[in-house]
């Protein structure tokens, strides 16, 4: 099976100051994979590497068998992304913003309108066509910039902390959508987070400390080999100062 992502010893640094340090996992279709890690420990370093906003000098980054570096167009075209800070027109409608991206992915305006429509629905966003982003709250901002990231249909969404600044009813209608999203329509997620209640028995798991994979597997078995009872405790032995990883 094709992987959704494959990341291999991938090294970076800021100058002097390494930032990632020989980080290697894969994420399957259909696999909701979370990178677990406090604040500072390089995943969103990593999503910049993985979208090419960053180049890394060494190791590979393939999105679904394509190399992101010598084939960063055709490798790009299979990823959808929703980045931590919102980027939605805030004064132009729901279906404007959408409009907008499905033009830049170079679908006609036929196939534009039946994805759009599509996607409004899945994600309960159909009376909300004509809103302007401004007049929606942040949980239904999210679930637009949901909707933009899949128009393309991509094998891979990259979601960077999608849920900071939500109320409780929110994240967790959002954390339920993305992973039935994940099981249903066969995409791969990689979904960076510091929050352990979105985490599923079922994920993948990837936890990320100081620059470095300190585990990766599902969750049982991180927690498992942590010598751990709970996620809660395997996470802070893997993100202790002393840890085999810091």
């Known amino acids: 099976m094709k992987e959704a992502l494959a990341v291999e010893h991938v090294h970076f640094a800021y100058g002097h100051k390494p930032a990632l340090d020989d980080v290697s996992f894969r994420v399957l279709p259909g ?35 394509l190399d992101n570096r010598r084939h960063s167009c055709q490798a790009l075209a299979q990823l959808g992304v929703v ?65 933009r990231a899949l128009l393309h249909r991509p094998r891979l969404l990259l979601l960077d902390e999608p849920t900071v600044g939500l109320d409780i009813q929110s994240r967790r209608a959002l954390v339920e959508y993305l992973h039935r999203l994940s099981q249903e329509q066969g995409i791969g997620i990689l979904w960076a987070t510091h929050l352990l209640d979105e985490v599923w028995p079922s994920d993948q798991l990837i936890v990320l400390h100081r620059g470095k994979v300190c585990a990766a597997g ?19 032995t893997l993100t202790a100062e002393r840890s085999a990883c810091a």
Request: hydrophobic share 45%.
């Open 83 to 147: 980045f931590q800070q919102p980027t939605l027109d805030l004064d132009l409608s729901v279906q404007q913003n959408l409009r907008y991206a499905a033009a830049l992915h170079g679908l006609s305006s036929r196939e534009a309108e039946r994805r759009i429509a599509e996607e409004l629905a899945r994600l309960d966003l159909t009376a909300y066509r004509s809103a302007k982003v401004r007049a929606l709250s942040g949980g239904w901002r999210r679930r637009v910039e949901i909707a």
């Open 31 to 65: 696999q909701c994979a979370i990178l677990l890690g406090p604040n500072g420990a390089g995943k969103t370093t990593l999503f910049n590497l993985i979208t090419r906003l960053f180049d890394s000098p060494t190791g590979s980054i393939r999105i679904a068998g």
């Open 218 to 236: 599902a969750v049982a078995e991180v927690v498992r080999e942590a010598q751990a009872e709970t996620l809660t405790e395997a996470f802070q």
